[in-house]
């Protein structure tokens, strides 16, 4: 239920950005979003991820302080990275004009709303009250389209601004109900014990975020690309193209939030276990991925009308972008696996790799196909990126194995 709602909400509002807004200005709420993903990962690798895999291990009457000290943390880096970015973006706009000041404000707004809201949505299925962050994404949902209805109510489309606006409300307003719901104990945190859990969790985050921040440029590269090269009328065109297979990757965070926790407790009681259900769940999603890529293309002509007559011919594109996600599937599973067992080093080596070849195979590609040339390099980063996290995968379980052997023989 909780997916549906999420994941619906993310789907009904592309498609309604995708119908009413110009190709120009989809495109800019593109590379928005692309920002505030790449923002989110930043936030997630230094705070929630580490919150996620250290839970377990913390003595169940300290837990909720925990996760307390690790959201003022959360809350007070965002306060500060903000700050500094839009100081940084008003430095840069006196030498290189970007866009307007305010477009630039609403996305860095929505950045830290949207991680607010994120955050309790990942401590609900930490605590394994998976309700609670399915009350917060409803009410992010209802009011980003009551806001956009009370927007468009004269017939006018809204802004790209005002659209950021609503984002930015909705998911702020959804943040006050976790707080309101998990009554986490954030007035009794102790500011030493805050910067004690925020160097213990640099241990990992440190990786962990070199790892976003590669998976961001890897997977995002059809975007910067496009930005720099074709403007933001090339991504729009494709993210039009992407809209129809992102209710499958919708997919992605609501198994790497159920699933995370689940695997941390399995980690300290039964690792061979754990590696045996990632196992199982890499190979369901990849099935689930051929399954979906199937049917969308078999139903091509009919979901193409869905956007509108202002695409055109987006068929070769939409097959692109199904190879992309296929080849994001197969790596999942593994990737949850690694970060659970904390080989957030290991990650960031092979993500570094792939992205690199990506972005490089983005822009050879694209100069003989365009945008479908842009995509096309994000999936071969992305298929780069399963084989070596898989062989990392292999070699951390072999180790696990001859322990349980040495273990065992004793």
Known sequence: MNQVVSSGTNFFLGLYLVRSLSIEAFGLYGIAYAFILFYS???????????VVNYPDRDECDRNNYCARMLISKLLFSLFSVVVLFLLYLF????????????????????????????????????????WALSVNSITSFFIFFILYLLGVHGDNPPIEGILYAFSLSNFLGGVLGVV?????????NLKDTSSDFFEAWNGGKWALVGTVIIWMQSQAYVYVSAIFLGPVGVGVANAARLLVAP??????AVTQLVMPRLAELRNQNIKKMYN?????????????????????ALGDYVVVLLGDKYGDIQTLLLVWCLVLVFQFTRI?????????????????????????????????????GVEGA????????LLLSIGLYGLLRRTRKGVERAYSRKDMV
Do not use: D
């Open 41 to 51: 990962g930043v936030v997630n690798s230094l705070f929630v991820t580490q919150m």
């Open 181 to 189: 719901l998990s009554r986490l104990p954030v007035f009794s945190v």
């Open 375 to 382: 995509v096309l390099g994000t999936a071969v980063g992305e």
């Open 92 to 131: 840069i706009s006196k030498i290189y004009f970007i866009y307007n000041y305010v477009y630039v404000f609403c996305v860095l707004l929505s950045s830290i709303t949207y991680t607010f809201k994120e955050f309790f949505v990942r401590y609900s299925y930490t605590a394994k009250r998976e309700g």
């Open 248 to 253: 499958a990757m919708f997919a992605v965070p």
């Open 333 to 369: 599973g593994t990737s949850t696996v690694l970060q659970v067992v904390k080989k957030f080093r290991g990650i960031s080596l092979v993500n570094f790799f792939s992205a690199l070849i990506a972005v490089v195979a983005a822009i050879a590609l694209m100069k003989y196909w």
């Open 277 to 297: 259900v990632g196992g199982i769940i890499t190979v369901g999603l990849v099935v689930f991925s051929i399954f979906y890529a199937f049917l969308l293309i």
